[in-house]
């Protein structure tokens, strides 16, 4: 079963135009909420990550808003440039284990 | 400082043969993880292994699959009689620590079963 869901699916945005991401999950012994970003052909790599006694991290371009009561978190690319092209996906830890959201392909578009 | 190591890239295999699959974790690290990607999917946890142990296989299928990681050398996924079922790419992670939170991941290993 699919422990975080992940919305849209996929997008498209203008250059300098603001891209959001929505995840929500059931499992409340989450503790830690990483995105992760895709390139074709490229392993994940660690973009943010948020804890639950956080509502909201910011870094550079990228913020994750964090929701604990709907258990819901998101991430907003601002100023989203063409380089920014990619699959990402939301993911939560209990314990070790990761579990991630299905990913969402973002086209930026010049 | 390298990151995670994976190799081969690239795999191709006849259903029946074997897939052997490395991965050489980050310097320092002594915690890895493997994950299987099927295509417009998320990644899946397979297993976590430390040094000579397996922690936790819950995520491997219990037929032909098994994982390893030597007190010296990569960690090895090794998939037996591979099936068109198991073309997928085969992520590798590694952390320092037991919470596992800041996991990096490899470059994957594609596999595809003919």
């Known amino acids: 079963q699919q422990q975080v869901k992940q919305s849209p699916q996929s997008l498209i945005v203008q250059k300098g135009g603001i891209s959001i991401i929505n995840c929500a999950y059931e499992?409340?012994?989450?503790?830690?909420f990483p995105w992760y970003q895709q390139f074709p052909g490229k392993g994940p790599a660690l973009l943010i990550a948020i804890r639950p006694d956080v509502s909201e991290k910011k870094e550079g371009r990228f913020t994750i808003s964090f929701n604990k009561s709907a258990k819901q978190f998101s991430l907003h690319i601002m100023d989203s440039q063409p380089g920014d092209s990619a699959t990402y996906f939301c993911?939560?830890?209990?314990?070790?284990?990761?579990?991630f959201g299905a990913g969402t392909t973002v086209t930026v578009r010049a | 400082n390298a990151g995670v190591m994976q190799n081969p890239r690239h795999l191709v295999r006849r259903r029946g043969q074997e897939a052997r699959l490395r991965c050489s974790p980050m310097?320092?690290?002594?915690?890895v993880y493997w994950y299987r990607q099927l295509p417009e999917e998320g990644l899946k946890f397979m297993v976590y292994l430390q040094k000579e142990n397996i922690i936790d296989e819950s995520g491997m299928p219990k037929e032909r699959f098994s994982a390893e990681f030597p007190k010296e050398g990569p960690s090895i996924l090794r998939i037996q009689q591979v099936v068109r079922g198991d073309s997928a790419a085969y992520f590798c992670?590694?952390?320092?620590?037991?919470?596992?939170?800041?996991?990096?991941f490899g470059p994957g290993t594609r596999l595809t079963v003919l």
């Open positions: 499992n409340t012994a989450f503790d830690y």
């Open positions: 993911a939560a830890l209990n314990d070790y284990k990761l579990s």
């Open positions: 992670a590694s952390s320092v620590g037991t919470s596992g939170d800041t996991q990096y």
């Open positions: 310097k320092g690290h002594s915690h």
